[in-house]
Structures are given as structure tokens and as C-alpha cells.
């Protein structure tokens, strides 16, 4: 099934009072890439998030946003004042209670244990579940883009798989009639030049020196190979396969364009020349258009 890479998802829930929302936007790329932006009291679940993005998305770059509002008091922190006492009596014996008063209050607060957070981690493990389902649904909602953006990318991609078949049958049939009206040409000339000495060539060197120029000239190969391509680039477009088509198609196209190049280089004629452009043409289309599926 083609895929585009371009989607977006959102899903939203409450949550003990808090609202908890994910943002998913995806556009092409090669391959995955994953940007997460996540408050910063919830930063333990990128890791996870990461991981199912990837899993549900396979390609593209992902850009995931997580937004929980009205969760201040669930992770809000207070001092404990029982540990700081204990640090200022042990600094007092220490120090003295002159030199213990002088020190300050913002340096007592970073002792550790003197600031806790009360139900913050409690409510990360209640959040943790719930950004889940979230992003399952955020995806779906994106694979759902997908699909459809897919369907209009698809028949862009049958239409210009049917330009190069058209395209090289009417270079198959353009074949035979390049070695006659390459004869035709070779006997003119040297008939011409022959002509000014009262001789004439001999019908078996003519047909040795034609014999050669189909060898050299010869693209039926590179026309099975083309058909052989074209033939797995037309099962890619197969709306019930399941696997992602986009590396394979690219890898497809450079195939396709080998075997064009080939024919150019070898088929000096003019025809087959101008089908040949037209191939190529369609095969750069079809290069842009695989950047964009998955």
C-alpha cells in the first residue's frame, strides 16, 4: 500500500483534574526521525514515546508534543522542615551559631532532601498509561492521513509507470526498422562514393557492416530488463500489500533509469532518443514522489 509520510494526529483526555493532550506531525523523511516536546517534570516518558512512535510510524520525521495543563499541584514540593532542622542543628554544632546564621537560606534549600516533591512521581505512573493510549489514537489519526494522501500519491505513480510502458513498447517497435533505414543510409553513401570510380559494393560486405551495427546497437536486453523493472515497480502500487514501499520504489527508479540511460547510449537514433527523455522524465517524477512514501 503507498503511504505518504505527510500527516498530523491529536488526542486529548482529563485526567485528575489535569488535561493531558498529544500532537503528532510527521513529513518525509528517509528515515525516522524523532523529535519530542515534553514538559519538563515529564521528561522519563520520552524514552517510551520514542520507541511506539517508531513502532507505529516507521518512517518520517515525527515531530511528538505533549502538553499537561493543571498538573502544578499534583507535582508540587514542599519543605521538609524536619531535615533542614537536622542541617541547621549540625551546622550550629559545627560551625558555631554566629558563622551557621550567616549562611544562606537559598544554599540550606539545595541540601538534599530538604525540598520533596509530593505526588510527583505518583502522578508520572497515573500519566504514564493514559499518554500512551494518546499517542496510540494521535497515530492512528496520522496513519489515517496517510493512507488517504497515499491513494492520490498512487495514482500519480500507476500514471507515470504507464508512460514508460508506453514509452518502451514504442521503442521495441521502433527496433528493426533502425537497422534497415541504417542500411538504407550506408548504402547510399557508399554507392555515392563508389559511384565516381565506376564500382559498386558487394552486397555481402554491406550486410556484415549492417550486422555490426545492430550488435553495437543492439537494446534488447536493456528493454527486457526495463520490462523486468517496471514489472516490480507496478506491484509496489498493489493496494493490498502491506509492507512500506518507499525505500524499494527509490531503489526501483535508479534501476529503471540504468536501463534507460543504457538504451540512450547505445540507440543513436533519433526516435527512440526522444522516448528515451520522455522515460527519464517520468522516472525523476516518480524519485520526487518516492521521497514522500513511506
Known amino acids: 500500500m503507498v503511504r505518504s509520510m505527510t500527516g498530523f494526529g491529536a488526542a486529548q483526555v482529563e485526567l485528575d483534574g489535569a488535561r493531558i493532550a498529544v500532537e503528532v506531525r510527521c513529513v518525509n523523511n528517509r528515515h525516522f526521525k524523532c523529535t519530542l516536546r515534553i ?5 522519563a516518558l520520552e524514552a517510551d514515546l520514542e520507541a511506539q512512535a517508531a ?6 520525521s515525527v515531530i511528538v508534543t505533549l502538553r499537561i495543563s493543571n498538573a502544578d499541584s499534583r507535582i508540587s514540593a514542599r519543605i521538609n522542615g524536619e531535615r533542614l532542622n537536622q542541617y541547621i542543628t549540625q551546622l550550629t554544632a ?24 509530593d505526588g510527583g512521581e505518583l502522578f508520572l505512573e497515573r500519566v504514564r498509561p493514559a499518554v500512551t493510549r494518546l499517542l496510540d489514537e494521535a497515530c492512528e489519526k496520522v496513519t489515517a492521513m496517510r493512507i488517504r494522501e497515499g491513494d492520490a500519491l498512487r495514482e500519480h505513480l500507476t500514471e507515470y509507470g504507464k508512460i514508460i510502458r508506453s514509452r518502451m513498447e514504442s521503442i521495441a517497435l521502433r527496433v528493426p526498422a533502425v537497422a534497415a533505414a541504417y542500411q538504407a543510409r550506408l548504402r547510399q553513401r557508399v554507392d555515392a562514393m563508389l559511384g565516381e570510380l565506376g564500382t559498386s559494393v558487394q552486397p555481402a ?4 557492416e549492417v550486422a555490426l551495427f545492430a ?14 523493472h517496471l514489472a516490480q515497480y507496478e506491484s509496489l502500487l498493489n493496494p493490498q500489500l502491506a509492507d512500506p514501499i518507499g525505500r524499494t520504489m527509490d531503489f526501483v527508479a535508479q534501476e529503471l533509469l540504468r536501463e534507460a540511460n543504457t538504451i540512450a547510449s547505445k540507440s543513436g537514433d533519433v526516435d527512440i532518443s526522444r522516448q528515451v527523455v520522455e522515460i527519464k522524465t517520468a522516472i525523476d517524477r516518480i524519485k520526487e ?3 514522500n512514501a513511506q
Do not use: K, N, Y
Open 205 to 208: 560486405d554491406l550486410l556484415r
Open 215 to 228: 550488435e553495437r546497437s543492439d537494446i534488447a536486453e536493456e528493454l527486457v530488463r526495463l520490462a523486468g
Open 94 to 117: 559545627a560551625l558555631g551559631a554566629e558563622e551557621a546564621s550567616r549562611i544562606e537560606r537559598g544554599q540550606l534549600l539545595m541540601l538534599p532532601g530538604v525540598i520533596v516533591e
Open 55 to 60: 513502532r507505529l510510524l516507521v518512517r518520517g
Open 289 to 291: 514522489q518516492s521521497q
Open 39 to 43: 514538559p519538563e517534570d515529564f521528561t
